[in-house]
């Protein structure tokens, strides 16, 4: 464990700095490399370099301390951690001394060593809280005992004038200790000289003025079950700062918590897509939030962070709290749900209005000012643009004044501290004074809104004009890399400009990514519009930089994630621009399709196609929108929508083009098979592959012959099959290695189920063969499986049991070293016939299990199907009439496959003497799975 309290190692390691970066990372969770180096080292030429040497030392004494590349994570327990987890007595017991007692902090940047002083501050806080906890609930001998504990803690601050009323009762009557403490809560209440007690800088607190409202969301957070919290406020007035906060202290506790950015977000589906993206990334998103409940278990907290633009907050609530119930969601947004916050939430809904910060009142002395929460974010903003900036007597009332106009506005108290960096403080107060006093608020200025904008204004004129041109680029993204930011004419130094003005912010804790202000979003756009020209510009250089980021990588990259929301403000701007190509909708369809964002996407290439038909866009632009559309529609499921979308299509004039044509005949293909019409799939693929040999198309020509061998072999339609497979299979020389053999693979696989003479399953036993060898060779373990299973299939086929069984055990064996199975019913399957061949009858009911069980998780009808035909002989003695029943449906089944409907009509003839008969009802394969089930474990 890393060892914080008292002293600073770990294990046997104690160099300082390496240590200093666990610290903070243990303590304030996953840090990008950039700012770890710029607190530690910011004197350094090349701080970089110092970190990377300070990394390596660390890791050469634990290769776990540490992980990550441009965030680093902890990856040892911490003491200072462990300690605020901890009540009561276990709390005294483990602290050891203050934080980072007696260490010395070599070359660190100022931020830093505030940080540590917080951290001290907080942790000896923390055990004196704990101290008279125990106190209150003790004997008075015992109280007393702890009491002058609480009063000891090593590095803990003075105590407030609430803790030593707290701390009195609990003293001896008569004793050192409650003449000490009832004199200085005297002393405090009754009001010393000013100078001896506000002079210097606001004491540091976790949160400043936000300590009630984090309290009521951590308390609300550590109860059990699910359940939704609201956070409600106007912009700028604090609500990201509120939930970033309870994200660290949640994750200080090691409680399972993820902060997701839902700026923007307008529909459940795009909700469900962010918080995918932070909770599990990588994975396809399907409808609805339920495919995370083996991510977020019982007792996580998910926080999504500004859902403005969501309509229906309360149908989003409804949504989570059915797909994830024991969740616990916090949602923070400018307005409570539709029909306000009796109506539009139900009363098992947190509800959390925050308003400005508190402000002391205009008699308040010095003292009372410098508690005040909305005078201590004064003092902390203004000490970033003048260093040596305190609270005193001489300043004080100026502070309050500022605030008190300002309605306690965090924004816009942090907005009128930076004006300190051009004129003192009495300007300061002088003019948010006129000019909030010039104005008047309809209905009232309770909540700052009207402070913000005057304050707001007043900064962006002082605002240099680069700065003011930088900031107008980047309201074009909703956020932003830094490493973006001169592609969009950006300079660093007019970044770091917006930053010291608190215009922009780092709002992703462990990320770089930065952001201007949500709420500043009103005073941007008026000053947008009356720069159309730069804008114009700076979306023009938006979506060149973003669309040539984007197609320069595959569209899988998951990279690509973060920049989601920019390139399609980038598609849509290009669209209006006029410089949108059909390849950026298809490498935009292509992420989509293989992120598993099927059903997001659908709406989003909606919402794109309208767009390029209101600005008449190419021909060719507008129907590759619409085809990714109804191509991302079919894979979500969506198969009416899909149907309906290519019939308007191909009734309408962008069907001209034979390319957008030939797309759509073969979405409508993939509809009709999933639909079960699968001679309507083979002629709309048909007519798919003509267009795409007309075309010179080879890549699709082969992926439409493929598919179109898939349906043959359903239809049974020999001739037509040996023709395409003949087709495909001269494709083969002009094909990648690797792509050649996959196509072997398929065309095996289709030949292995046809008539065919003893002669030439031999053949096809050779094919096998080589392809077998080939997945060895290519390390290609799904070519090594079908190899194995061809070829035992085969000798099956050709009744050669003891062969068949020796590479049964030589597949069994592949599989066992690869530790992976691609297809377990298939192996099942196999085992199943070969059982049965060599007259094993309890062995082969045991296989025949293991194989319905297996098919089940698969969830493929075929293998059921399958397990019939393979056990009817058995199950005729069984149950002779059930069996002919389900022989009949299956002998015509319109969802059954060519081969097993032959296979079923011929155990017909042989078993009943029945030849098959008319009929067009499906086969019911749940039904029939649990007939099987019955009876082969009866």
């Known amino acids: 464990m890393l060892i914080t309290l008292g002293d600073l190692h770990l294990g046997s390691f104690r160099k300082v700095k390496s240590l200093l970066l666990l610290v903070f990372v243990g303590l304030e969770g996953p840090t990008p490399r950039r700012q770890l180096a710029a607190l530690l080292w910011p004197r350094a030429a090349k701080p970089e370099v110092s970190l990377r040497v300070a990394l390596h030392a660390l890791r050469e004494h634990d290769g776990g301390a540490l992980g990550g590349d441009e965030r680093l994570v902890a990856g040892v327990a911490c003491d200072a951690a462990a300690l605020l987890s901890l009540r009561g007595e276990a709390a005294w017991e483990a602290y050891r001394g203050p934080f980072l007692h007696g260490v010395n902090l070599p070359d660190v940047s100022g931020e830093f060593e505030e940080w540590v002083l917080a951290q001290r501050e907080r942790l000896a806080r923390h055990v004196q809280d704990e101290a008279l906890r125990v106190a209150e609930g003790s004997e008075p001998g015992r109280a007393a005992v702890w009491a002058q504990r609480a009063r000891g803690v090593p590095g803990a601050p003075p105590m407030e004038p609430a803790s030593l009323a707290r701390l009195l009762p609990l003293t001896l009557p008569g004793s050192a200790l409650e003449a000490e403490v009832r004199a200085e809560l005297a002393e405090l209440t009754a009001g010393a000289p000013a100078e001896a007690r506000g002079s210097g800088k606001a004491p540091a607190h976790r949160m400043l003025g936000r300590e009630a409202e984090l309290d009521a969301l951590l308390a609300w957070a550590a109860a059990p079950g699910g359940g939704a919290a609201v956070v409600v406020g106007p912009g700028g007035i604090g609500k990201s700062t509120l939930a970033r906060e309870v994200l660290r202290e949640l994750t200080r506790l090691e409680r399972p918590v993820t902060l997701v950015n839902a700026e923007g977000a307008q529909s459940d589906a795009d909700v469900a897509v962010r918080v995918a993206a932070a909770c599990a990334p990588g994975r396809p998103v399907p409808q609805g939030f339920g495919f995370l409940r083996d991510v977020l278990g019982a007792g996580s907290v998910v926080l999504l962070d500004g859902l403005d633009a969501l309509e229906d907050l309360s149908g989003l609530l409804s949504v989570v709290r059915a797909d994830l119930p024991e969740v616990r969601w916090v949602l923070t947004g400018r307005r409570a749900p539709r029909g306000g916050p009796d109506g539009g939430l139900d009363t098992g809904t947190f509800l959390l209005p925050l308003s400005g910060l508190s402000q002391a009142a205009p008699e308040a002395d010095v003292t009372q000012i410098a508690a005040s929460g909305a005078a201590q974010l004064f003092v902390r903003e203004a000490g970033r643009v003048r260093r040596d900036f305190t609270l005193g007597a001489g300043n004080a009332a100026l502070i309050a004044g500022i605030t008190r106009r300002l309605a306690g506005h965090p924004l816009a108290i942090a907005l009128a501290a930076s004006w300190l960096r051009v004129e003192d403080l009495d300007a300061v107060y002088a003019r948010v004074l006129h000019e909030a006093g010039a104005l008047t608020a309809a209905g009232g200025d309770s909540d700052g809104r009207r402070g913000l904008n005057v304050v707001a204004q007043r900064s962006w004129d002082l605002l240099p004009a680069g700065a003011r041109a930088a900031a107008l680029r980047l309201s074009v993204a909703p956020d932003f890399d830094p490493l973006h930011a001169p592609a969009l004419g950006v300079t660093p130094d007019e970044l770091d400009t917006l930053l010291t003005h608190s215009f922009a912010e780092a709002y992703l804790p462990g990320s770089e990514r930065l952001r201007l202000y949500p709420a500043l979003g009103g005073l941007l756009a008026a000053q947008g519009a009356a720069h159309p020209d730069l804008m114009r510009g700076a979306r023009e250089a938006h979506a060149a930089h973003y669309l040539g980021w984007f197609t320069a990588r595959a569209p899988e990259d998951p990279a690509v994630d973060a920049e989601r929301e920019n390139i399609l403000i980038a598609c849509r701007a290009a669209l209006t621009l006029g410089t949108l190509e059909a390849a950026h909708a298809e490498h935009l369809l292509a992420h989509h399709d293989r992120r598993g964002l099927q059903g997001p996407g659908t709406e989003t290439f909606a919402a794109l196609a309208d767009d390029a038909e209101d600005a008449q866009a190419p021909a060719q632009v507008q129907a590759a929108l619409q085809v ?57 693929l048909g007519q798919a592959l003509a267009l795409a040999v007309e075309l010179g198309d080879r890549t699709r020509t082969l992926y439409y012959r493929l598919n179109l061998l898939t349906h043959l072999t359903f239809l049974g339609n020999a001739p037509e099959l040996r023709l395409q497979l003949t087709a495909l299979e001269a494709q083969l020389p002009d094909l990648p290695p690797l792509l050649a053999w996959q196509v072997r693979q398929t065309a095996l696989g289709v030949r292995v189920y046809l008539p065919a003479t003893d002669e030439e399953r031999e053949a096809l036993l050779v094919e096998a063969g080589a392809l077998l060898e080939a997945g060895r060779t290519l390390r290609v373990q799904s070519l090594e499986f079908h190899g194995h299973e061809f070829r035992t299939q085969l000798a099956l086929h050709l009744r050669r049991w003891r062969q068949a069984e020796g590479w049964l055990a030589e597949w069994r064996a592949q599989i066992a070293a690869s530790g992976k199975v691609p297809d377990e019913t298939s192996l099942t399957l196999v085992d199943t016939e070969l059982h049965y061949a060599r007259g094993r009858t309890p062995q082969a009911r045991r296989s025949a299990r293991l194989a319905l069980r297996a098919s089940e998780r698969s969830g493929n009808p075929w293998q059921v199907l399958q397990l019939l035909l393979l056990s009817a002989r058995d199950l005729s003695a069984r149950d002779p009439d059930g069996l002919r029943r389900w022989l009949l449906q299956a002998a015509q089944a319109g969802n059954a496959h060519s081969q097993q409907r032959a296979q079923a009509g011929a155990l017909l003839l042989e078993l009943f003497g029945l030849p098959p008969q008319d009929s067009a009802d499906l086969l019911d394969v749940p039904a029939l799975r649990i007939w099987l089930t019955g009876h082969l474990t009866g």
């Open 628 to 684: 990714a559309c109804m191509w991302l529609a079919f894979g979500a499921g969506r198969l009416l929508d899909a149907q309906t979308l290519a019939g308007q299509f191909l009734a309408g004039p962008l069907a001209a083009d034979a390319a957008s044509r030939m797309k759509v005949l073969n979405t409508l293909s993939s509809v009709r098979g999933v639909q079960g019409q699968i001679q309507a799939a083979v002629d709309l």
